[in-house]
């Protein structure tokens, strides 16, 4: 089917987290004064048998990533550790809760969750991805204290192709309303038209009634524009019977601004919520107005204007943190991601943290949301390195034919009002050719990702994709009929046989770049895009020169945790930055082809070398200036500029047209020598960017650069510390190894250190770390206490640094 027609919407922005309906007070985070038991206990829906050792924890937390890296463990997740977990919290009920309804929100809990209070059990969520709450009221004790506790089960460590850590991993709140409120994910926005003039809008505002008695509710609404003015104002008066009451809204917006990817323009959203005068509930969230449409022939557009998806591909951890990741630092990620051209993300392959959508809305990016990686059949998960040995075949699927209807719904119930997001997900490569489904077809054409040789009688027939697709995409549009429903299809030629793809709004071929010409013409109907893809220059040509192919989504934006090789590898290097948000050579190549701000870069290796053919890597360069003597090395440079210009110590070895050189890479045969080497690039003449390298002598200082040294004692602020060893000139020594030091005096703490690499085994506990290409990152949380915390880093035979972080 093809979506033509204009689709248009509002947002509903989380404050701070998550979709809710709020009283005059914010929902109350719940993460801290927390106790974690690794292993299982007796008696733990009542807080545990005594003697039980609990480790005191805030949470976000996730066990897994304390380690130690493990053959022992698989591949697949790092070699990291998973098993049985509990945690417990006590707290007060206050007195004015008395009367009102509260819940306990969880955004995130990997796995099979069981939560209890006061020992009574509230329920269970085998899904590690999704959020829920359950209602504590009944079981609240006003004149003692009460006690919540969770259990996670990740006894089958080897359960995901990736990592997802363990524990309760997303923040937690405490939401407390009056009986008669707005319930979670329970307003919907839709702009069914929108001009340069007006916008149309709609608004559906379901009521829950927790009275015994119907209600007469007052209904209000502002729209305020970001300068104070209010752009729609709308009310009404409603009787709410017991239960849940849906009412709606239609206004006008005049002259909208409208939210795209260079301007996201934001609006706030006041819902409030009377009785007898008095205000009983109130949402007060930023919303965004848009309009998305894909085309067969044309491709995608955003407010009417074709748009070229130059997207990425991500994960959830964050290499030391694991997935206990705080806002900070995907905001630092997403400014280096978008410094690089990149406008779309593919929320690989699950929903993610409530506030990254949030992220994506502020920043501008446009967001495809994943639901799943497998249905009812279990993947392979490898255990002993990809492809090697035995897999394992736990998973998701154990839980699908129960909880797909509900999770898939709840992802969509959750984020279906953020103007960020163009495209829901129902599988990624669910159709692996052989991995589990199966088709005889594969023993003809080309299959570019495929387990095992052609048609492989014993596995699953591929026609069970096309009934289970038909019964997601039914899932999706009973909520939003506003977005296109999609899936990344790995096995296209297996695909097309059944009919899985005539499921789908859009299409997403994974790897398949060669089959849009032929698939364009053989299905004319379809709306056809890359949703993951190679590196290299020849799957962007397909995008870029193919009108109707609207979209690239590289594997992958950042390096990410598990779907490792053999051991010791133990993370996956794919990404255009690696684990500690370092950009590699690759990052500045595909800079050149997406940024539109005029920038250069040169990167080089001996001219001997043989060059990387792989799909996940373009050029096999390094931007480093330290060479034997009398080496022959090949210079190439990145640019998106009409001219480059290479220096060496001050002489020109000559100016290059990007439009002639070879894959547009502008190249250079030097003779090394010590000193710099420095290129410029030019537009219409005139210098627009430049880039240098120098040649590093001995080791002798430590660098830092903090993003962040100021903080307040509001909330736990975050300073990630770029920490370089370099030589007396401050020239970055790439080649270092050096062990650091990390010591900390004063209300902060160190959350970890990352240089990058996919192989260490060191301890993402410990205050020590070998720096990785002379470069380490550390991240500081201060504990939001008052006062200054000296944060010194220290290694062998290194002059030491520090730095001073003010909590006020």
Same mark, same amino acid.
């Given at each position: 089917?093809?979506?033509?027609?204009?689709?248009?919407?509002?947002?509903?922005?989380?404050?701070?987290?998550?979709?809710?309906?709020?009283?005059?007070?914010?929902?109350?985070?719940?993460?801290?004064?927390?106790?974690?038991?690794?292993?299982?206990?007796?008696?733990?829906?009542?807080?545990?048998?005594?003697?039980?050792?609990?480790?005191?924890?805030?949470?976000?937390?996730?066990?897994?990533?304390?380690?130690?890296?493990?053959?022992?463990?698989?591949?697949?997740?790092?070699?990291?550790?998973?098993?049985?977990?509990?945690?417990?919290?006590?707290?007060?009920?206050?007195?004015?809760?008395?009367?009102?309804?509260?819940?306990?929100?969880f955004d995130g809990v990997y796995k099979n969750s069981e939560v209890w209070i006061n020992g009574h059990y509230l329920g269970k969520r085998p899904n590690g991805f999704i959020p829920f709450q359950y209602?504590?009221?009944?079981?609240?004790?006003?004149?003692?204290?009460?006690?919540?506790?969770?259990?996670?089960?990740?006894?089958?460590?080897?359960?995901?192709?990736?990592?997802?850590?363990?524990?309760?991993?997303?923040?937690?709140?405490?939401?407390?309303?009056?009986?008669?409120?707005?319930?979670?994910?329970?307003?919907?926005?839709?702009?069914?038209?929108?001009?340069?003039?007006?916008?149309?809008?709609?608004?559906?505002?379901?009521?829950?009634?927790?009275?015994?008695?119907?209600?007469?509710?007052?209904?209000?609404?502002?729209?305020?524009?970001?300068?104070?003015?209010?752009?729609?104002?709308?009310?009404?008066?409603?009787?709410?019977?017991?239960?849940?009451?849906?009412?709606?809204?239609?206004?006008?917006?005049?002259?909208?601004?409208?939210?795209?990817?260079?301007?996201?323009?934001?609006?706030?959203?006041?819902?409030?919520?009377?009785?007898?005068?008095?205000?009983?509930?109130?949402?007060?969230?930023?919303?965004?107005?848009?309009?998305?449409?894909?085309?067969?022939?044309?491709?995608?557009?955003?407010?009417?204007?074709?748009?070229?998806?130059?997207?990425?591909?991500?994960?959830?951890?964050?290499?030391?943190?694991?997935?206990?990741?705080?806002?900070?630092?995907?905001?630092?990620?997403?400014?280096?991601?978008?410094?690089?051209?990149?406008?779309?993300?593919?929320?690989?392959?699950?929903?993610?943290?409530?506030?990254?959508?949030?992220?994506?809305?502020?920043?501008?990016?446009?967001?495809?949301?994943?639901?799943?990686?497998?249905?009812?059949?279990?993947?392979?998960?490898?255990?002993?390195?990809?492809?090697?040995?035995?897999?394992?075949?736990?998973?998701?699927?154990?839980?699908?034919?129960?909880?797909?209807?509900?999770?898939?719904?709840?992802?969509?119930?959750?984020?279906?009002?953020?103007?960020?997001?163009?495209?829901?997900?129902?599988?990624?490569?669910?159709?692996?050719?052989?991995?589990?489904?199966?088709?005889?077809?594969?023993?003809?054409?080309?299959?570019?990702?495929?387990?095992?040789?052609?048609?492989?009688?014993?596995?699953?027939?591929?026609?069970?994709?096309?009934? %289970?697709?038909? *019964?997601?995409? +039914?899932?999706?549009?009973?909520?939003?009929?506003?977005? /296109? !429903?999609?899936?990344?299809? @790995? $096995?296209?030629?297996?695909?097309?046989?059944?009919?899985?793809?005539?499921?789908?709004?859009?299409?997403?071929?994974?790897?398949?770049?060669?089959?849009?010409?032929?698939?364009?013409?053989?299905?004319?109907?379809?709306?056809?895009?890359?949703?993951?893809?190679?590196?290299?220059?020849?799957?962007?040509?397909?995008?870029?020169?193919?009108?109707?192919?609207?979209?690239?989504?590289?594997?992958?934006?950042?390096?990410?945790?598990?779907?490792?090789?053999?051991?010791?590898?133990?993370?996956?290097?794919?990404?255009?930055?690696?684990?500690?948000?370092?950009?590699?050579?690759?990052?500045?190549?595909?800079?050149?082809?997406?940024?539109?701000?005029?920038?250069?870069?040169?990167?080089?290796?001996? %001219?001997?070398? *043989?060059?990387? +053919?792989?799909?996940?890597?373009?050029?096999?360069?390094? /931007? !480093?200036?330290?060479?034997? @003597? $009398?080496?022959?090395?090949?210079?190439?440079?990145?640019?998106?500029?009409?001219?480059?210009?290479?220096?060496?110590?001050?002489?020109?070895?000559?100016?290059?047209?990007?439009?002639?050189?070879?894959?547009?890479?502008?190249?250079?045969?030097?003779?090394?020598?010590?000193?710099?080497?420095?290129?410029?690039?030019?537009?219409?003449?005139?210098?627009?960017?430049?880039?240098?390298?120098?040649?590093?002598?001995?080791?002798?200082?430590?660098?830092?650069?903090?993003?962040?040294?100021?903080?307040?004692?509001?909330?736990?602020?975050?300073?990630?510390?770029?920490?370089?060893?370099?030589?007396?000139?401050?020239?970055?020594?790439?080649?270092?190894?050096?062990?650091?030091?990390?010591?900390?005096?004063?209300?902060?703490?160190?959350?970890?250190?990352?240089?990058?690499?996919?192989?260490?085994?060191?301890?993402?506990?410990?205050?020590?770390?070998?720096?990785?290409?002379?470069?380490?990152?550390?991240y500081i949380q201060t504990t939001g206490k008052p006062g200054k915390t000296t944060v010194q880093f220290s290694a062998a035979g290194l002059k030491s640094a520090s730095i001073t972080l003010t909590t006020?």
């Open positions: 089917m093809n979506i033509k027609n204009v689709i248009c919407f509002f947002l509903l922005v989380t404050l701070p987290a998550g979709l809710f309906a709020q009283d005059k007070s914010r929902p109350i985070l719940f993460n801290s004064g927390w106790g974690f038991h690794k292993g299982d206990i007796t008696n733990g829906d009542k807080g545990g048998a005594a003697g039980v050792l609990w480790k005191a924890v805030d949470l976000p937390h996730d066990w897994s990533i304390e380690g130690p890296f493990s053959e022992d463990w698989a591949s697949a997740t790092g070699y990291l550790p998973g098993g049985i977990g509990w945690y417990k919290k006590t707290f007060n009920a206050e007195a004015g809760w008395q009367g009102k309804q509260v819940y306990i929100y209602e504590l009221s009944k079981y609240l004790n006003y004149k003692g204290q009460n006690i919540v506790t969770v259990k996670a089960d990740h006894s089958e460590f080897a359960d995901s192709r990736w990592y997802t850590g363990s524990g309760i991993y997303r923040n937690v709140y405490l939401v407390v309303k009056n009986p008669v409120h707005v319930d979670l994910w329970d307003v919907a926005f839709t702009t069914p038209k929108i001009s340069a003039d007006k916008a149309d809008i709609n608004l559906k505002v379901n009521i829950s009634n927790g009275t015994a008695t119907q209600a007469a509710i007052g209904i209000k609404i502002n729209l305020v524009d970001n300068t104070g003015k209010i752009a729609a104002a709308v009310q009404k008066q409603v009787k709410v019977k017991p239960g849940k009451h849906e009412t709606s809204f239609d206004a006008e917006v005049s002259s909208p601004h409208l939210w795209d990817v260079e301007h996201p323009e934001l609006y706030q959203l006041q819902v409030q919520l009377s009785r007898n005068g008095k205000q009983i509930d109130a949402v007060n969230q930023a919303v965004g107005i848009r309009n998305i449409r894909f085309d067969k022939d044309q491709g995608f557009f955003l407010n009417d204007k074709s748009t070229k998806l130059k997207g990425v591909c991500i994960h959830d951890d964050a290499g030391a943190l694991g997935v206990a990741v705080p806002r900070e630092v995907w905001v630092r990620r997403l400014k280096i991601l978008k410094d690089a051209g990149v406008n779309s993300l593919r929320l690989s392959h699950n929903p993610h943290a409530d506030y990254l959508y949030d992220l994506c809305d502020k920043m501008g990016f446009l967001v495809m949301d994943e639901a799943f990686d497998e249905w009812e059949l279990g993947k392979n998960k490898w255990v002993k390195g990809w492809n090697v040995g035995t897999p394992s075949k736990d998973g998701y699927h154990e839980y699908f034919k129960e909880w797909a209807t509900r999770d898939l719904s709840d992802m969509v119930l959750r984020a279906r009002n953020h103007p960020s997001i163009i495209m829901w997900s129902i599988g990624n490569e669910i159709d692996y050719p052989n991995d589990p489904y199966t088709h005889e077809v594969l023993n003809t054409g080309k299959n570019p990702q495929i387990y095992g040789k052609g048609y492989l009688p014993d596995h699953p027939a591929a026609s069970g994709l096309t009934v %289970i697709a038909k *019964q997601l995409v +039914k899932t999706v549009k009973a909520i939003d009929t506003t977005r /296109p !429903v999609t899936a990344a299809l @790995a $096995g296209v030629v297996m695909s097309n046989e059944v009919g899985y793809p005539e499921e789908l709004d859009v299409v997403g071929y994974n790897y398949q770049e060669y089959r849009y010409a032929d698939d364009h013409k053989k299905y004319p109907n379809r709306i056809i895009y890359g949703s993951e893809n190679g590196m290299q220059r020849q799957a962007w040509t397909a995008v870029d020169s193919n009108e109707y192919i609207s979209a690239q989504y590289l594997w992958t934006g950042i390096d990410y945790l598990g779907e490792a090789g053999k051991w010791p590898q133990r993370s996956n290097g794919a990404g255009l930055i690696n684990l500690a948000g370092f950009k590699k050579p690759e990052y500045f190549y595909r800079q050149s082809l997406w940024a539109d701000k005029p920038m250069v870069f040169i990167g080089v290796k001996p %001219i001997t070398q *043989q060059e990387d +053919k792989g799909i996940w890597s373009h050029k096999a360069i390094e /931007p !480093v200036w330290n060479w034997p @003597a $009398g080496s022959k090395i090949r210079v190439d440079c990145f640019t998106n500029c009409q001219e480059s210009e290479l220096f060496l110590n001050g002489k020109s070895l000559g100016k290059i047209s990007r439009a002639d050189a070879k894959g547009q890479i502008p190249s250079w045969a030097v003779d090394y020598e010590p000193g710099e080497l420095l290129v410029k690039g030019y537009n219409n003449g005139i210098e627009a960017a430049s880039y240098t390298l120098k040649t590093a002598g001995e080791a002798s200082d430590i660098k830092i650069i903090a993003d962040g040294t100021i903080f307040n004692t509001k909330t736990k602020g975050l300073s990630q510390v770029e920490v370089q060893v370099t030589d007396k000139n401050g020239v970055l020594v790439a080649n270092a190894d050096n062990e650091v030091v990390v010591k900390l005096t004063g209300p902060a703490k160190l959350l970890g250190l990352e240089s990058g690499s996919t192989t260490s085994h060191e301890n993402y506990q410990s205050n020590t770390s070998k720096v990785l290409k002379g470069r380490l990152l550390a006020k």
